[in-house]
Structures are given as structure tokens and as C-alpha cells.
């Protein structure tokens, strides 16, 4: 059976799911997605507005630049 399918949330989870990176094993498992960015300094795609996400560029710098950028 498939990771994905041992979890009990992950349709729920999936239909929250804003990334566009179609290859990642992880969509709908929030808890692995979290740790794998976590892990790499970074934050998930749920985070980012959809023309940020588009970019793929999870970090929390990125994150932080985007909204600290005042007119
Ligand atoms: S945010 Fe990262 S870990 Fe989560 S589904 Fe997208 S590519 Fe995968």
C-alpha cells in the first residue's frame, strides 16, 4: 500500500494543496512536506501567494522579502 494511502487526511489534505510541483511524492501528506522544507530551511508551497509559488522558491527569506517590500 502506498504511503499516501495510509494516511487517513491525505484527500482532505490534498484538496488544501496549492503546490504546482506535480512530481513531489508529498502532496496531501502535510506532515512529511513540512519536514522535508523545514529540513531545508524552507517553508511549504500552502505559504506563498499562487504567483509566488509558481517560482518554487520556498525559502523564508523569499517569504519574509516578499512581505516585508513596502511601496
Ligand atoms: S510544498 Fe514541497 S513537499 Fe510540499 S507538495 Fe510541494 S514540493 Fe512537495
Redo the contacts with the bound molecule.
Keep these: 500500500m502506498a504511503k499516501i494511502d495510509k494516511c487517513p487526511k491525505s484527500k482532505v489534505n490534498a484538496g488544501y494543496?496549492t503546490?504546482?510541483?506535480s512530481s513531489?511524492?508529498?502532496?496531501?501528506?502535510?506532515c512529511?512536506?513540512?519536514h522535508?522544507?523545514r529540513h531545508r530551511n524552507?517553508i511549504?508551497?500552502?505559504y506563498f501567494s499562487a504567483e509566488e509559488e509558481k517560482t518554487?522558491n520556498?525559502s523564508i527569506e523569499f517569504y519574509c522579502q516578499r512581505r516585508t517590500k513596502q511601496a
Design positions: 494543496c503546490c504546482t510541483y513531489c511524492p508529498r502532496h496531501g501528506l502535510c512529511e512536506c513540512l522535508y522544507h524552507e511549504p508551497a500552502c518554487y520556498r
